[in-house]
């Protein structure tokens, strides 16, 4: 065997620097994830966080509490994971950002799921037996939440939630009231509100949702019978009869008929008095009646029933018609005909039924016309004694008994049918009433609350800024008071001591709710309960009673801000920011900012970022029945809670956040490009001592000090979006990145001087320092969004660092870069394009078969006068940008017809050649050198210098 052919089978791949890491490239999340968790627990990374935040700035995001009910959904993941990720960027950002977690533990779903294991209060369980199953059930059904959301990766202090059942939070819900109480905005009244048949109890804006719903529609006659009004008598003077006349109402609940107490018209709509002709078929059948109706209906009207002619008799205004006298259809009563700017011409006739005690509009208009507000059904929904009638009737059959007993008495103009739109209690899907009974309420008039709120509403910063608007939508001049008294088992007391006579509260009521405060603040809300009159008045007790009402729990959640204020010195008030779900406008947030007002004068927020709902990949509603619900334990276990988080980053969450098995696989393997970034970053950085191997700026590579350049401003770029919780920008730059900038141009080209210069040249260690600047930047930039695996890169990052990622900040190790021409942003960003058309110009020469990789290959680039400056600047090193054995550059004019022209570039051809020279057996570039050094014949000469030699240097790529 010849020393030539020994020579060739020399196997240098011992003096290549090959990459080489632990951290593996399959992430096996779901196994990985739970012993990352362990390390955070074992090491009290939570403790250490605040610890060594404590001195910082503070950023106040308070948690809206969940509710303790059910295993958590999708929409409860991406509420976390938002909140995650600001506190976690806050706190690289600087600030001391604690976040603490909290639960809504009392209400009607967490009594309703204790009924169905032990029965209702009161009836087949004590109600104090029934208190404490409802406190042991919250408390299970916490644990189970709090599992879930620490497997999500939520750096939180779990071991001291807030929670509105414990005794200490009770208490203050009590003082809260108390100081509404003081400031004066607490009044009771005989209000109408919404009313749950199945809750037995009032609920507010927020616990109502509408909902499509069949009812009854008639019309009907409420007959003329006020001879004296000075519109009759002029009518009767121009010689119309209005001896029989009738006034049409239209409604679809005639069930409020029997609490009717007015008919309503709009002041500046124009009426009619219409004789018609009744034909056979028509319900009074043949007869001729006269009808008062809206004239812009009037023509419909007619068209709608079986009227052979008709004739207007006269016309006047709404205004002209107040006062007039009706017969009720079909009770011993007459009412009048009062003015009411909300009736409308769109739908019926113009002519609304009053009943004052089953409507809003209805009561207001009745407290200027000071009408009476009686409402003849009780709780359940059915018909008080002595009620004409319909007494002990359900609502729902009295409204056939009322249709037929208006139809016996001839008062019955039209009856049918409609789907509409109605309110529904939310909790049980079924329609609701509207009924007057004796309430608390907290004012919005009585003390300018309102104006008060609309004021803090400009002052805060909502985002999206739509939320503005819709807060103040909130607060409108025809928002009703805020009742906040429920008749329930499970819920806080108001704390309240009245006259058993007068109903008044005590004069010393502020000071009581305060001794009450503090006995439930020991005894929790069963010493309410327990507590007689005599400890706190003694022998005035006979005087005076408890008030039994329990308080709305969007009371006991929307007073947090005053419990974390109190009890949570970490914390701070005003919280600068409130982070929750759209639907929180009618709940949290507007709770918040309502009782923040009344007790203290300003808002609790400073910011209110709003995110969507949760919908399939359709923006179909999660559902059971449709099969699209994706549970967070699923992806989890499945996938890892990263990708999930990641899921979370990738959405632009201010509209509805699409979620699907499919688009949690696209996101699974946008996170397997990332991860392999970083372990490619990692591999090569490996025997990098960044306290003594450290190239200066000044010595890298043009490309590497781009690179630098590049992380620098990214960085900047990211710290921005974070700070304006954009984080879909920040998952598509982190991206691109990764994919674009560095694997398939930075990470790509230096692949070669990684693996084949000198291992301690500088050439080499020039790539490392970078990769280095590079993962600690990429590792915090992560962090905030892939917890996890920003934790696990963490650990194999060489150089002395803090124990955990999270204690972290920016990084500020980033040198300075300054860029000069030719090699400055705009070269680069050329260079860039350049270098793609060239990929696309080799992938046509490699598909038809003419070069196998790119280090067969020749390339030579025709370009005009600024690329061809750019181009030649680069000297021998083109071909290593290129990642080809042989590349040069020549002017635009000298372009063969052969070559690849570069698309959308204006003078760029790309000429592709194979190559015929031995490849190296080392680094594979095909060379005219090789196999003509006698000493390493198979070697190409740079590899020679990297192998025996002093090394190659770059100056460029």
Request: charged fraction near 20%.
């Amino acid at each position: 065997m010849s020393e030539e052919t020994k020579e060739t089978t020399v196997d240098y791949k011992n003096t290549l620097n090959l990459p080489q890491t632990d951290f593996p490239m399959k992430a096996n999340l779901s196994q990985r994830e739970p012993n990352i968790l362990k390390k955070w627990q074992t090491e009290k990374l939570y403790e250490a966080i605040c610890q060594k935040d404590a001195a910082k700035p503070k950023f106040v995001l308070p948690d809206g509490p969940p509710y303790a009910n059910g295993n958590i959904h999708m929409g409860h993941a991406l509420n976390k994971i938002l909140k995650d990720m600001i506190i976690k960027s806050k706190r690289l950002s600087g600030y001391q950002a604690q976040f603490i977690p909290g639960w809504d533990c009392h209400g009607l779903p967490i009594e309703l799921n204790v009924e169905k294991k032990i029965g209702k209060p009161g009836v087949k369980v004590d109600v104090k037996t029934f208190r404490k199953a409802c406190r042991e059930y919250a408390t299970s059904q916490i644990a189970l939440q709090k599992e879930s959301f620490i497997r999500l990766g939520i750096l939180a202090d779990w071991e001291r939630p807030y929670l509105t059942m414990d005794p200490v939070f009770e208490a203050n819900i009590i003082r809260s009231l108390k100081q509404i109480v003081a400031n004066g905005h607490l009044h009771k009244g005989n209000k109408p509100v919404y009313w749950c048949l199945d809750c037995g109890s009032a609920l507010a804006e927020a616990e109502v949702e509408y909902k499509d719903k069949q009812s009854p529609t008639i019309e009907a006659a409420f007959t003329v019978t006020d001879t004296k009004h000075a519109l009759v008598q002029a009518w009767q003077k121009q010689g119309i009869d209005v001896s029989a006349a009738s006034v049409v109402i239209w409604t679809t609940t005639p069930w409020t008929l029997p609490a009717n107490e007015a008919v309503a018209v709009h002041p500046d709509v124009t009426y009619a008095l219409v004789r018609c002709q009744l034909s056979e078929k028509d319900e009074n059948a043949g007869k001729t009646e006269v009808y008062l109706i809206a004239e812009p209906l009037v023509t419909s009207f007619v068209e709608s029933k079986h009227i052979v002619s008709h004739e207007v008799l006269a016309t006047a205004p709404g205004k002209a018609l107040e006062y007039l006298q009706l017969k009720h259809p079909f009770l011993d009563k007459t009412v009048p005909v009062i003015l009411a700017d909300y009736v409308t011409t769109d739908a019926g006739t113009g002519c609304v039924h009053t009943a004052p005690a089953h409507g809003q509009d209805d009561y207001r208009v009745a407290q200027h016309y000071q009408l009476p507000v009686e409402s003849p059904v009780n709780g359940q929904g059915c018909f008080i004694e002595g009620t004409p009638f319909v007494a002990g009737l359900s609502i729902y059959k009295a409204n056939g008994q009322i249709i037929e007993l208006l139809r016996t008495n001839g008062k019955l103009v039209f009856s049918g049918t409609i789907q509409h739109s109605y309110p529904h209690c939310w909790r049980h899907k079924t329609p609701l009433v509207f009924r007057a009974t004796p309430q608390w309420f907290i004012s919005m008039s009585q003390k300018g609350l309102r104006d008060e709120i609309k004021a803090e509403v400009t002052k805060v910063d909502w985002i999206p800024g739509w939320g503005k608007a819709r807060m103040m939508g909130m607060f409108s001049d025809d928002r009703p008071d805020w009742c906040i008294s429920r008749q329930r088992t499970w819920s806080t007391p108001m704390g309240l001591i009245v006259n058993k006579d007068t109903q008044a509260l005590h004069p010393d009521i502020v000071s009581l709710m305060d001794k009450v405060a503090d006995i439930v603040e020991v005894g929790g809300i069963e010493a309410w309960h327990e507590l007689e009159l005599t400890t706190l008045l003694g022998d005035g007790a006979a005087q005076y009673e408890k008030v039994t009402d329990t308080l709305d729990v969007w009371f006991d959640s929307g007073v947090t801000h005053d419990y974390l204020q109190r009890f949570r010195k970490e914390l701070a008030f005003p919280a600068d920011l409130y982070l929750e779900g759209s639907d929180q406008y009618r709940g949290w947030f507007q709770s918040s900012l309502l009782t923040s007002v009344a007790m203290k004068g300003v808002a609790p927020y400073k910011q209110v970022l709003t995110h969507g709902y949760t919908v399939d990949a359709q923006g179909r509603k999660m559902s059971k029945s449709l099969g699209n619900v994706v549970a967070p334990e699923k992806v989890i276990n499945t996938l890892g809670a990263d990708v999930l988080r990641l899921w979370v980053a990738a959405m632009d969450y201010h509209s509805e956040i699409h979620v699907s098995d499919e688009i949690l696989k696209r996101n699974s393997e946008a996170y397997r490009r990332i991860r392999n970034t970083l372990r490619f970053l990692l591999a090569n950085a490996h025997g990098f001592d960044p306290k003594t191997q450290q190239v200066p700026v000044a010595q890298l590579p043009e490309l590497d000090k781009f690179i630098v350049y590049r992380t620098a401003q990214l960085q900047r770029e990211i710290i921005a979006d974070y700070e304006h919780y954009d984080f879909h920008l920040i998952y598509q730059k982190i991206h691109n990145f990764c994919i674009v900038e560095l694997g398939s141009f930075y990470l790509d080209i230096i692949k070669d001087r990684q693996y084949t210069t000198l291992q301690h040249g500088l050439p080499r260690l020039s790539a490392q320092t970078v990769l280095y600047h590079v993962a600690e930047a990429l590792v915090r930039w992560i962090a905030p969004i892939l917890s996890f695996t920003a934790e696990e890169v963490w650990s194999y990052l060489p150089g002395e660092r803090v124990s955990s990622v999270h204690l972290a900040e920016w990084y500020t190790g980033l040198p300075e870069v300054k860029l000069a021409a030719p090699f400055d942003e705009k070269g680069w960003q050329t260079l860039l394009s350049l270098r793609d058309q060239v990929n696309k110009a080799l992938e046509e020469a490699r598909a038809a078969g003419h070069i196998g990789s790119g280090l067969e290959a020749r390339v030579v680039l025709y370009v005009g006068d600024v690329s061809f400056k750019l181009l030649t600047a680069l000297q021998d090193e083109l071909r290593f940008f290129c990642i080809t054995s042989e590349a040069s550059v020549r002017p635009w004019s000298a372009r063969t017809p052969a070559a690849y022209v570069g698309v959308n570039i204006p003078e760029l051809a790309v000429e592709v050649s194979p190559l015929s020279y031995p490849k190296c057996a080392r680094c594979w570039h095909r060379r005219p050198e090789v196999n003509q050094i006698a000493s390493h014949p198979g070697l190409c000469q740079r590899c020679v210098d990297n192998v025996v030699g002093q090394g190659e240097t770059r100056q460029y790529a």
